[in-house]
């Protein structure tokens, strides 16, 4: 039973540039969120897509933004990078039907993000 | 206040002894809790889910809830230096169905061989 993949696992990118990071859920899961983790921090929210569309967001500035495909998988994408956006991007899978009952997200191994 | 808190730690406890992690959260409306463990530079996993009030043993594992001072605990017993990592809180607010996670900043457990 395959896992939730992420790629790249690392990536170095340039201030201003723009970068897509991807995503396959857990077999049988129907739901991606994204999560952004500084380091010392816990992981923050950024989005959450189901039916291939984005169904709740976090405090993230619209540089932020995402997308779902039929297959369930997902990517993030962020535009005008800073600094700041340094971090490891999770992905975290779920089945939303169970989404009042016994709700678990299982998280990839995450792509650590470097910007320069 | 914050919406999610732990206590940063070290937590430092010697092999074989009980470790209790806590984590306290703001939204009384909360009704899924969640204990990942994150290892350096690893991603959280699942390690346990509770949703009603008392506790629920897993293994070595038990987590305690109580909704009503909005508290929700982690014991490791007969801790292994093994389990030295991050223990991440993790609370689903109430909202329209659809779940996000909203976490502690995660206290460190050093166990001691």
């Known amino acids: 039973d395959a896992g939730v993949t992420q790629s790249p696992t690392h990536l170095i990118k340039t201030r201003g540039q723009q970068v897509t990071l991807r995503c396959s859920p857990k077999?049988?899961?129907?739901?991606v969120s994204w999560y952004q983790q500084a380091l010392g921090q816990g992981p923050q929210f950024i989005f959450q897509?189901?039916?291939?569309?984005?169904?709740q967001r976090g405090n993230f500035p619209d540089r932020f933004s995402g997308h779902q495909f039929p297959n369930y998988s997902s990517e993030l994408n962020v535009n005008a990078l800073l600094l700041g956006d340094s971090a490891l991007y999770l992905c975290?899978?779920?089945?939303?039907?169970?989404?009042?009952?016994?709700?678990?997200?299982?998280f990839g191994q995450g792509t650590r993000l470097t910007v320069v | 206040q914050k919406e999610v808190e732990q206590n940063s730690g070290p937590l430092s406890v010697p092999e074989g002894a009980i470790a209790s992690l806590n984590c306290t959260y703001s939204?009384?409306?909360?009704?899924?809790f969640f204990w990942y463990r994150q290892y350096s530079g690893k991603s959280p996993e699942l390690i346990m889910s509770?949703?009603?009030?008392g506790d629920k043993e897993d293994g070595r594992f038990t987590a305690q809830l109580n909704k009503a001072s909005q508290y929700v605990s982690l014991l490791i017993r007969d801790s292994q230096p093994s389990d030295s990592a991050t223990y991440l809180c993790?609370?689903?607010?109430?909202?329209?169905?659809?779940?996000?996670?909203?976490f502690g900043t995660g206290t460190r457990l050093l166990v001691s061989p």
């Open positions: 897509y189901y039916e291939e569309e984005e169904r």
């Open positions: 509770i949703y009603s009030n």
């Open positions: 077999s049988g899961h129907d739901t």
């Open positions: 975290a899978s779920s089945l939303i039907f169970q989404v009042t009952m016994n709700t678990e997200a299982f």
């Open positions: 939204d009384r409306g909360s009704q899924s």
């Open positions: 993790a609370v689903s607010p109430p909202g329209t169905g659809f779940q996000k996670l909203v």
